[in-house]
């Protein structure tokens, strides 16, 4: 019997496996191994464009040397896990045009569907929160409108309404725009 082990990918290995793909495919490294990511209903779609537009607006509101990005960046989490936001905010000098990652993201943003809601809100939540740089990470869920927020070192608050404070960077968001139209 020949049974061949496969040895766990390294992001960086996984990045370039990635920048040589002829087609875009949404993909996450986790754990060493390539998983591909579900195609996206219409909601979530429409829910990852409000959330990044609001990032965009609160960042540019508030003069802040950030940048919120859509999903396509790679935030790697350590050796072997690389994971893909919905959307993100980072601070500081800006990445090289060509680079796949933003190793420094503040603040970080999941919307979540039935197929990655429990890893959403379970490894991707220690995983993030591994980074010294994440302050928050947002959990969207657009079927029952609400928005989690966690926040290092604080108790998550679930909100529907009114007004989120990110502190750091200094952002304000209403969370309505960020759950986007019903």
């Known amino acids: 019997m020949n049974v061949e082990l496969r040895r766990p990918m390294t992001v960086q290995e996984y990045l370039a496996w990635s920048d040589s793909q002829a087609?875009?495919?949404?993909?996450e490294l986790i754990n060493g191994q390539i998983v591909t990511m579900p195609a996206e209903k219409v909601a979530h779609a429409r829910t990852k464009g409000a959330v990044y537009?609001?990032?965009m607006q609160a960042v540019k509101s508030a003069g802040l040397p950030c940048e919120a990005l859509p999903d396509g960046m790679a935030v790697p989490i350590d050796n072997?896990?690389?994971y893909e936001p919905d959307a993100?905010?980072?601070c500081g000098d800006a990445p090289?045009?060509?680079?796949?990652?933003?190793?420094?993201p503040v603040v970080v943003v999941e919307v979540?569907?039935?197929t990655t809601a429990h890893h959403d809100t379970s490894a991707k939540l220690i995983g993030y929160f591994k980074l010294s740089s994440v302050r928050h990470y947002l959990v969207i869920d657009p079927e029952a409108r609400t928005m989690t927020h966690?926040?290092?070192g604080e108790m998550p608050v679930i909100m529907t309404e009114g007004e989120?404070?990110?502190d750091p960077p200094g952002l304000s968001l209403k969370v309505a725009d960020l759950l986007g139209a019903g």
Do not use: G, K
């Open 23 to 27: 087609e875009r495919r949404r993909t």
């Open 53 to 55: 537009m609001a990032l």
């Open 80 to 82: 072997h896990t690389a």
């Open 88 to 90: 993100l905010v980072y």
């Open 96 to 104: 090289q045009p060509d680079s796949l990652i933003i190793p420094n």
């Open 112 to 114: 979540l569907s039935p």
């Open 150 to 152: 966690y926040a290092r």
């Open 164 to 166: 989120l404070r990110l």
